[in-house]
């Protein structure tokens, strides 16, 4: 094994901490990695995935991502430029940003500087608008923040996020995946059941008033919590994010079958609510604990088909074709696998599937949800 590899799997150890379960996005990493490491990790993860080289399968496939993730931080960048670089493979028509806790305001309102990061993605969609940058149309849906413990206080908040991109923004998501240390480095923010606290649901409710729907990140633990939710506002959309993080580390690591066989009712349970549509992908997270990001090379889109089938499978069948649509996470997941690899194991996942399914999956039904333009 080379010092580079050794180097490599340090820093990833170390990365640990932000990157369970999508604390990156939240900026967690900073104040824990010193920058020139923050660089070096960047670089290595970029040279490591180069080890597992996969030409685009079916590369005219249209394709619409509905969750990635966009900053600018030290030592750490995701912009339009890198997000082209990875989906350049693939035929990636259009994307849908997803909060990432960007760009914030740095005063004003406490409750209001959440705006700051549709400001800032609206500015990168106009940029990539533009046809100056290929064909691919970046952020053409915006999902943005809101406390929603504000309860009726919160209506002011997405007046502004609508205002600050009223063709692009679509919904919002505010994080309930609660998870006790050592899964998580910090618990999240709020009671473990937020989805069931009453001053939540009372900003939730605005939620419909204004056309905007509702991401669903939760812990495998807490998917019941997101049902009940699903029941008690049946006319708001529920996108179910990240197949709903079963989690594979500290207490769960080593006990796949007893997550799977929890899991799998709990998804059963929130597919009966007709206003779920559900995202497919997401759990190459270092959460999900397979341990990618731990080996000497990073997967093949074969290895990921084996690894993730059964997890797929039951999302099929529960939400059928027209209520999935698959997704990267990108950058998060990138610490496991290249975009190239992740869109050619949805590719061969669902050889088996028709045409007009297939189509669904991959564009349509992020499309019809998000309200997007045709592209």
């Known amino acids: 094994m080379h010092s580079d590899d050794i180097t490599r799997r340090s820093l990833f150890n170390r990365a640990r901490t932000y ?48 969750h990635h993730h966009l900053w600018d931080r030290p030592g750490n960048r995701y912009m339009l ?3 082209l670089g ?14 990432c806790s960007s760009m914030y305001r740095a005063d004003g309102p406490e409750e209001l500087r959440v705006v700051g990061e549709t400001e800032f993605v609206q500015g990168v969609a106009a940029k990539s608008a533009s046809g100056g940058y290929g064909e691919t149309r970046v ?3 915006i999902v943005g923040s809101a406390n929603l413990r504000l309860g009726d206080r919160v209506a002011p908040v997405l007046e502004a996020q609508i205002a600050a991109s ?13 998870a006790e240390p050592p899964v998580v480095a910090r618990r999240t923010s709020g009671p473990e059941h937020l989805l069931l606290d009453p001053e939540f649901r009372r900003g939730y409710a605005h939620l419909r008033t204004h056309g905007l729907s509702f991401e669903g990140w939760v812990y495998h633990t807490h998917i019941t ?34 997550v799977l066989a929890a899991w799998k009712p709990a998804v059963a349970e929130l597919a009966r609510h007709q206003n779920v549509v559900a995202k497919v992908g997401g759990i190459q997270m270092v959460v999900n604990g397979y341990g990618w990001h731990e080996r000497d090379r990073p997967p093949t889109s074969d290895d990921l ?21 698959f997704e990267s996470n990108f950058p998060v997941d990138k610490l496991s696998c290249s975009y190239t690899v992740l869109w050619n194991q949805f590719k061969k996942l669902t050889r088996s599937f028709s045409a007009d399914e297939r189509a669904a999956m991959f564009h349509d039904t992020a499309q019809r949800v998000y309200r997007l333009p045709r592209v």
Do not use: K
Not at 36 to 60: C, D, G, K, V, Y
Not at 168 to 176: E, L, Q, V
Not at 313 to 324: A, K, N, S, V, Y
């Open 19 to 66: 990157a369970l379960g999508g604390l990156a996005a939240a900026g967690v990493m900073r104040g824990l990695v010193p920058t020139h490491a923050r660089a070096r990790q960047a670089s290595q993860i970029l040279n490591w995935l180069t080890l597992t080289n996969e030409a685009a399968l079916e590369p005219e496939l249209p394709i619409i991502d509905p």
């Open 225 to 258: 919590d997101l049902a009940d939710l699903a029941g008690a506002f049946p006319d708001t959309t529920i996108i179910f994010n990240h197949l709903g993080g079963p989690i594979g580390i500290g207490p769960y690591a080593e006990r796949r079958d007893e």
């Open 166 to 178: 009223p063709q692009r923004f679509r919904g919002i998501r505010h994080r309930a995946a609660w």
């Open 139 to 141: 952020a053409t849906g």
């Open 81 to 83: 430029e890198e997000l």
């Open 305 to 325: 088909v084996e690894a993730n089938r059964e997890w797929y499978d039951h999302m099929f069948e529960q939400f059928g074709p027209d209520r999935c649509m």
């Open 86 to 99: 990875d989906t350049r493979e693939h035929n990636v028509r259009q994307t849908v940003f997803v909060e």
